[in-house]
């Protein structure tokens, strides 16, 4: 049987609509070379949407998404349009109506990019970060009480259900062991959060008693943070909460290097509805435009949703040709110290592709 997978392309805003491209022009090499076929449908959706409709995306948006197998996605926000609208009119309710409640992030130190952490190589700094993307935190629940007046007080209730929070820790673990040093590491701070974090940590204590191959600890967040900076190799999964994963998987791809080459995904590891991947960077409107955007961060983004597909040999052979291109001194773009534009980049990682 033929493997087809149906994907829908939003590439937005900004450099989404520069960097999607090169990703598709690598994916389709993948295909080629690995046997397997993908149908796209290609959405426009994006701040222009907006300024011409009033809608990120159209009312039946969700639906046409729906039976899509997977969603690649470029960067939306755009100046003009504020960035809680392009983001509640399109993202989020994307990540909540498909329960995409695993945020990954791989941090890795690629050849060639330059870590703002003095010394470190390659092979001290790769690690996931597994943020839960659905309660916590941000939750709606709460509000403003007595407002303009003596007594006015706010409130905001973290939000933690045991089925959340065993569903991230859960995937953290599994993911663990399908890697080397099968690590995980739980950021909390149970110290002064003193109802949700102690929660999170008994749950934690309990899926690591059914994982006893995978080794485990756990830090407060403000440590944490430090520990990244300055033991990056401590690190092999790191799970934390909406905020706390918010926190560190923007952190853990800064150590790791340029924005430009960071990926994440949105999975519902179900696979109930489609995941969706893209890159860790915005829009970009100071560079958009020039085509000297870099694109390996929406590349390494089509590799995760191959992984995702079930297609691994190509997503390790994509992910080893971002590889093979850096160290062996291939195209790059400014960002990364070079003067290649974006599509000779992604011309570049597409042939390595191709090579059987
Ligand atoms: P940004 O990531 O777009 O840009 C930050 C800086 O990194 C800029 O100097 C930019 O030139 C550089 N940069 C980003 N991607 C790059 C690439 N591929 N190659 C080379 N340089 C790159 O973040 P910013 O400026 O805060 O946000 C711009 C817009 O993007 C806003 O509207 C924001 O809301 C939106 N945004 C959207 C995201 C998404 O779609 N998930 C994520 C982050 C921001
Ligand atoms: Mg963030």
Redesign the pocket.
């Known amino acids: 049987m033929a493997r087809n997978y149906r994907i829908a392309v939003i590439p937005?805003?900004?450099?989404?609509k520069?960097?999607v491209p090169e990703g598709l022009r690598v994916l389709d090499a993948a295909a080629t070379r690995f046997g397997f076929s993908l149908k796209l449908d290609h959405y426009d959706w994006s701040?222009e949407t907006y300024q011409k409709t009033g809608a990120m995306m159209p009312p039946d948006g969700l639906d046409r998404l729906r039976e899509s197998d997977s969603i690649f996605?470029?960067?939306?926000?755009?100046?003009g349009?504020p960035?809680h609208v392009?983001?509640w009119g399109l993202?989020i309710p994307i990540r909540r109506s498909f329960d995409q409640y695993v945020n990954l992030r791989p941090c890795r130190l690629m050849p060639g990019a330059r870590t703002p952490l003095a010394g470190r190589t390659e092979a001290d700094i790769d690690f996931y970060v597994v943020r839960e993307n659905t309660e916590g935190e941000y939750s709606s629940s709460g509000g403003r009480h007595f407002e303009g007046t003596e007594r006015e007080f706010v409130s905001q209730l973290t939000v933690m259900t045991r089925h959340g929070v065993d569903r991230i820790l859960r995937y953290a673990f599994e993911l663990a062991r399908t890697r080397p040093r099968r690590h995980v590491t739980s950021a909390t701070k149970s110290n002064g959060i003193t109802f949700t974090m102690p929660y999170w940590d008994e749950r934690f204590a309990l899926m690591a008693q059914q994982y006893p191959d995978v080794s485990t600890a756990q830090y407060h967040i403000d440590i944490l943070c430090a520990h990244f900076v300055q033991h990056p190799d401590w690190f092999d999964v790191v799970v934390g909460s909406n905020l706390f994963g918010d926190i560190l998987s923007d952190l853990g791809p800064a150590v790791a290097g340029?924005?430009?080459?960071a990926p994440?995904a949105n999975i519902n590891p179900e696979r109930v509805h489609p995941s969706m991947f893209?890159?860790?960077?915005?829009?970009?409107?100071?560079?958009?435009g020039r085509h000297?955007?870099?694109?390996?961060?929406?590349v390494w983004s089509g590799a995760m949703m191959l992984e995702h597909l079930g297609e691994k040999a190509a997503a390790d052979a994509i992910v080893a040709a971002i590889e093979t291109l850096l160290r062996e001194g291939g195209p790059r773009?400014?960002?990364m110290g070079g003067q290649a534009g974006?599509a000779e980049v992604g011309r570049a990682l597409a042939e390595i592709v191709a090579r059987a």
């Open positions: 937005g805003d900004g450099i989404g520069e960097t701040c996605l470029g960067a939306v926000g755009w100046p349009v960035d392009s983001l993202l340029s924005i430009g080459i994440s893209e890159p860790v960077h915005g829009s970009a409107p100071d560079i958009a000297v955007c870099n694109p390996i961060g929406q773009t400014r960002d974006t």
